[in-house]
């Protein structure tokens, strides 16, 4: 089975703190996905990658940027967080972007 | 026009009962159906592909009707572990882009 693991389960942080979420996958996938999901908004695409050094923005990339300088690892980077960042953040990965992800357990981040 | 739409519930049953979510989706290119089951405070999980035909793993069976734009998802002889919210997610097009998550359906199962 593929497994995605995320460096941290929970995370507390403060205001203005650059902040780095890692997230590793070891059944040598094309892609991943770095989500967001809070209450009554559902699941929220942040930034993609289909392959290393590559990225794209999804539907809510601003205060995000992410890092793929391997295959196996997609960081997600918040320059200056702020507590609108606070939620869960969600790292999958697919051998395709069309099929089934797999997910990672997730980090639960706090900004205070 | 929402890309994907579902019921948020909650849809609260007792044990051994039959419930029925449905899913519509906006884009009509889209060629994949899944649906996914989350726990609460865990991460999403595949639980099964929906094919054209429909497909059933068990007490689950899902649906899709392509004329009418909806995917279904029946849960036969429900149990306590069934709780969860249930996902629904479809492809955009055939091409290599992101799926596209509902924001799902919860359900309870009563003793």
Redesign the interface.
Known sequence: DVKVTQSSRYLVKRTGEKVFLECVQDMDHE?M?WYRQDP????R?IY?S?DVKMKEK?DIPEGYSVSREKKERFSLILESASTNQTSMY?CASSL???????????TRLTVV | RKEVEQDPGPFNVPEGATVAFNCTYSNSASQSFFWYRQDCRKEPKLLMSVYSSGNEDGRFTAQLNRASQYISLLIRDSKLSDSATYLCVVTQTSGNTPLVFGKGTRLSVIA
């Open positions: 892609n996905f009554g908004l559902g699941l695409l993609f289909y999804g969600l395709l972007q069309n099929f089934g992800y797999t997910f990672g357990s997730g």
